[in-house]
């Protein structure tokens, strides 16, 4: 399981949670402006191009779709190119990979107003509501931590003994 506890400057604590990357990046995604090929993808040129309409690098594509050929001519073809908007900024791509997970985190912290806690396991989130994150430790975050003990009884990963 991965959790999120999304603090934000006003108001209550709200805590949520995803079975797995794939529920995860489908949540994320579901509330983010950008689509989630914006959010996180990996695709090579002769992909882009395809997605397009153009199946084969020709005059034309090169004509209408300059920037693209120039990835495919620069990088080469196959080679796959990835795209993290909120981690490197719009539209750009790179050779050098960029993890799921990182472009996820990214999106969740370009958020204005709220800051995310994200705990990717169920030990790091008992961890995180037993002290061990600062960001939602000491006596005027207790809020947080009780957020996310909920969530974690709720899901049966804590016993409610409170």
């Known amino acids: 399981m991965i959790y999120v506890v999304e603090l934000p400057e006003q108001g209550k604590p709200r805590a949520w949670f995803a079975y797995d990357d794939e529920d995860f990046s489908r949540k994320v995604a579901a509330s983010d402006p950008l689509q989630p090929w914006e959010i996180h993808d990996e695709v090579t040129a002769r992909e882009l191009l395809e997605d397009l309409g153009h199946p084969v690098l020709d005059a034309a594509a090169r004509e209408r779709f300059p920037a693209i050929c120039a990835l495919g001519d620069e990088h080469g073809w196959d080679t796959p190119l990835y795209r993290a908007d909120h981690l490197l900024g719009r539209g750009v791509f790179?050779?050098?990979?960029?993890?799921?997970?990182?472009?996820?985190?990214?999106?969740?912290?370009?958020?204005?107003?709220?800051?995310?806690?994200?705990?990717?396991?169920?030990?790091?989130?008992?961890?995180?509501?037993?002290?061990a994150?600062?960001?939602?430790?000491?006596?005027?975050?207790?809020?947080?931590?009780?957020?996310?003990?909920?969530?974690?009884?709720e899901l049966e990963v804590l016993a409610d003994d409170n």
Not at 97 to 126: F, K, N
């Open 94 to 131: 790179q050779t050098e990979p960029v993890a799921e997970r990182d472009a996820l985190t990214a999106a969740l912290a370009a958020r204005s107003g709220v800051t995310s806690c994200i705990y990717w396991s169920d030990r790091d989130a008992i961890g995180a509501f037993e002290g």
């Open 133 to 153: 994150d600062p960001r939602i430790a000491g006596k005027a975050l207790w809020w947080a931590r009780r957020t996310l003990y909920e969530q974690l009884v």
